[in-house]
């Protein structure tokens, strides 16, 4: 009864590893699909964030440009005003030679030097848009990047951690599975010693009694 009990339960702890180590492997593939599903979670937060910055440096640019506009305009009517005023002035005076070379070089600024002002201005505001939107970018793009680069190695080494543990599990049932398997082969082994043990003993009884 004992060697059946002992041969059941080496039968159970035999097909114990074929039946553990798929589980634990199939685990392990899932734990490495989750981490790269983390991991394209992470890009997306991150592009989607890149683009948020973007866009609200690109609504503050507008907003800038914007004012620039409503500054540029008010000051080519400061202009006009002080052009009409000047006008006045002079044309009071009765100087007429004055009046027109005023005129025409007034005309000539609010031609030529307001949309060359406004020109200025708008290639400044783009250039400090593009700064900024460059340096937004590439400093979420390091940081992001430092901070990718941490949870990788942290994933990795727990996937490293639970590979080494699932070996070890593995190698610990192949053990327990020779060892049991081991166990009825050793009762066998004991019983034909112990067998051949009854006939050296039987025979010498045998032969001491014929003598």
């Known amino acids: 009864v004992a060697v059946a009990v002992v041969e059941v339960v080496a039968v159970m702890v035999a097909k114990l590893p074929v039946a553990v180590v798929p589980v634990l492997l199939v685990a392990v593939e899932v734990v490495a699909v989750e981490v790269v599903a983390v991991r394209v979670a992470v890009l997306v937060v991150v592009l989607l964030s890149m683009l948020c910055v973007m866009v609200l440096v690109a609504a503050v ?28 002035v002079v044309a009071v005076e009765g100087e007429a030679v004055t009046v027109t070379v005023l005129v025409a070089v007034s005309v000539a600024v609010a031609v030529l030097v307001v949309p060359v002002v406004w020109v200025l201005v708008v290639a400044v505001a783009v250039l400090v848009v593009v700064v900024v939107m460059v340096t937004v970018s590439v400093v979420v793009v390091v940081v992001v990047s430092v901070v990718l680069v941490e949870v990788a190695v942290v994933l990795v080494v727990v996937l490293e951690t639970v590979t080494v543990l699932v070996e070890v599990l593995v190698v610990v049932l192949v053990l327990v599975t020779v060892a049991v398997v081991a166990v009825p082969v050793a009762v066998v082994v004991v019983e034909v010693v112990v067998l051949l043990a009854v006939l050296v003993v039987v025979v010498v009884l045998v032969v001491l009694v014929l003598v």
């Open 61 to 88: 640019a507008v907003a800038a440009m914007e004012v620039v506009a409503v500054l540029v305009a008010l000051l080519e009517v400061a202009v006009v005003l002080v052009l009409v005023v000047t006008v006045e």
